[in-house]
């Protein structure tokens, strides 16, 4: 049962990979997935690497209902703040704020475009997160460029930009900020030992990128002034919404650092005071009007197959880790190489298939800080990777999953397209940091 574990696992990312031959939608697909794990988990709990001894049914029902209500609740807080980021987002959209930006782009440079794209996304992310970057970014590119397939690069890109921005801030990351949390990092230390690493791990890519799209035209932009479905917003009422949303997203991370709380509580804050602010700001035009720059609006202008697709990937691989078959994979890698940098690299190549949250937390209760103590070689590493690694597919972390829900990027065309410019800059900065220590 525990090979059927893994195969059902891997039967499903095959499914989701084929999204479009198939004709089947990725979301049925990861939500089936992560159903048949826990099923499989629970009919064959005696075989699995987690629950060796255990031959009570009730006790092990017991076990996995705590394991599975953790895990929900650990997938419903990053679907909640995806949600409420991707609220805002559409909030600002709708009412045109984007404009603020996209009118004073001028430059039809694909090249030129791409590294200027890329270096706003690796910078914001160390400051916000990896996911709320790519969201914001990806909302801009749809409103700059119109062709899918520079979209979809563009798109690629950020998640790059986006994943190797957040390797170096301790609050740029997920696992940087267990990491940041547990004590096996630093915030200067951090920044210090692996800012050189993320840097080139995104100029990389962007070098290859320059020599292989060199001569290709220039980009088809957007119309200059887009009708909105309802009417048109002022200017005043387009500056207004793009700094207040911005101001909400930005205010994330300072609500966290102040109560500690979740980041999906700030976001559900912005998103009820922004609520209140756009009923008020609407509330002399006609009912039509009104409804469809509302809140309420937004909500259904959400992917919301996206997100049931997400919670699916994560349900399946919290039965991964709930099985023990993501610790008995570190406990193998530590046995068989012993290599901080050969186990961290394949720490981050399996983090592009398997979330980076549990294989993170799985080397945090495997190496004790008496054996690692804070800020050594291999906890730096260890973020660097499982940050950055997550980038060689798109589903491999928050923010490539992020920008699949907003472009629509198809699974296998960045498989194709984008995969091996992230591969190049993750193997980069692996080397430079090999190199500095």
Known sequence: MAILLAAVFILGYVLIAFEHPLKIDKAASALLTGVFCWIILLFGFENMPAFEGVSSQPAVHKVLDEALFEHLGEIA?????????????????????????????????????????????????????????????????????????????????????????????????????????????????????????????????LLAATYFLRGGGALTKMPVKESNEHTQTTPLEQNIMFVLGGAALLSVPVFKAVTHYPPYMGVLLAVGLLWYFTEFLHRDKALETKQ?????????????????????????????????????????????????????????????????????????????????????????????????GGSILIIGSAAGVASMSILKIDFLWYLKHISGYALLGYLAGIGVYYLMH
């Open 77 to 205: 807080g990053i679907l909640f703040f995806l949600l409420g980021a991707m609220t805002i987002v559409e909030l600002v959209d709708v009412h045109e704020g984007f404009r603020a930006i996209t009118d004073r782009i001028s430059t039809t440079n694909r090249v030129k475009l791409l590294w200027v794209i890329s270096w706003i996304s690796f910078f914001l992310s160390a400051g916000l997160d990896n996911m709320t970057t790519a969201i914001i970014m990806c909302a801009l590119l749809r409103r700059i460029i119109k062709e899918k397939e520079n979209i979809w690069l563009f798109g690629g890109f950020v998640v790059m930009a986006a994943n190797a921005g957040g390797a170096w801030s301790p609050i740029g990351d997920v696992t940087t900020i267990m990491l940041w949390i547990g004590g096996q990092v630093t915030t200067v230390a951090i920044m210090q030992s692996l800012f050189i690493s993320s840097f080139v791990s995104l100029l990389v890519p």
């Open 292 to 388: 469809g720059f509302s809140v309420a609006a937004m909500l259904h202008r959400i992917d919301t197959p996206s997100i049931l697709f997400f919670l699916g990937i994560l349900l399946a691989v919290g039965a991964l880790d709930t099985s023990g078959h993501l610790r008995l994979m570190a406990t193998f890698l530590n046995q068989t190489f012993g290599n901080i940098y050969i186990i961290n690299t394949l720490v981050g190549l399996l983090s592009a298939i398997v979330d980076n949250v549990p294989l993170v937390a799985a080397a945090m209760g495997m190496y004790p800080l008496t054996e690692f103590p804070p800020d050594a070689d291999f906890w730096n590493l260890l973020a660097y990777c499982a940050g950055t």
